[in-house]
T-cell receptor, first 110, second 114 residues
Framework: DGGITQSPKYLFRKEGQNVTLSCEQNLNHDAMYWYRQDPGQGLRLIYYSQIVNDFQKGDIAEGYSVSREKKESFPLTVTSAQKNPTAFYLC?????????FGSGTQLSVL | GESVGLHLPTLSVQEGDNSIINCAYSNSASDYFIWYKQESGKGPQFIIDIRSNMDKRQGQRVTVLLNKTVKHLSLQIAATQPGDSAVYFCAENIMDTGRRALTFGSGTRLQVQP
């Protein structure tokens, strides 16, 4: 099946802990994105990458980090510097202006 | 700042009725618009898009209307079904400028009553 796979579906973070959310795509898309969604709200851009080995900060990048070593993969690390990490995280890739989303990861703080 | 927003946070309709979800945008330079449907606990799914050189575009049971004069976008769903219950987002962008990503509105929840 072609598409975007996010894992895990649910993730729990302890205080002071870094956690990494996985995003893999087999759509051969160059551009990939990470969005954060809070309950009842829209999507806010965290980081994006338009090509391998390159990425840029979005609107709410503080407390997050990413890497783009392979075209297929764009993992997001939520660091201990992110003081309010509880949210639904969505990864997407883009072709012809359209974003294709994964099924999301719900991150909660223990 | 420039933003995309929605008029109604929640819309409740009867099964079989037509639904209209509205969206206002403030960036007059935007030339590409897209609607997404998001079911609970899932990622948004593409519904339909429209470029600014068009006023109307139709898909299967859905129609998007664009009024550039008043910067208004709407999504019409014909014969609404229970499976249409979800949150609907509009998003906008400016094509061919290298602008980084779509800008999303806050969403409208559509509730279909049986």
């Amino acid at each position: 099946d072609g598409g975007i796979t996010q894992s895990p579906k649910y993730l729990f973070r302890k205080e002071g802990q870094n956690v990494t959310l996985s995003c893999e795509q087999n759509l051969n898309h160059d551009a990939m994105y990470w969005y954060r969604q809070d309950p009842g709200q829209g999507l806010r851009l965290i980081y994006y990458s338009q090509i391998v080995n390159d990425f840029q900060k979005g609107d709410i990048a503080e407390g997050y980090s990413v890497s783009r070593e392979k075209k297929e993969s764009f993992p997001l690390t939520v660091t201990s510097a992110q003081k309010n990490p509880t949210a639904f995280y969505l990864c997407a890739s883009k072709t012809n202006e359209k974003l294709f989303f994964g099924s999301g990861t719900q991150l909660s703080v223990l | 700042g420039e933003s995309v927003g929605l008029h109604l946070p929640t819309l409740s309709v009867q099964e079989g009725d037509n639904s209209i979800i509205n969206c206002a945008y403030s960036n007059s330079a935007s030339d590409y618009f897209i609607w997404y449907k998001q079911e609970s606990g899932k990622g948004p799914q593409f519904i339909i898009d429209i470029r600014s050189n068009m006023d109307k575009r139709q898909g299967q049971r859905v129609t998007v209307l664009l009024n550039k004069t008043v910067k208004h976008l709407s999504l019409q769903i014909a014969a609404t079904q229970p499976g249409d219950s979800a949150v609907y987002f509009c998003a906008e962008n400016i094509m061919d400028t290298g602008r980084r990503a779509l800008t999303f509105g806050s969403g409208t929840r559509l509730q279909v009553q049986p």
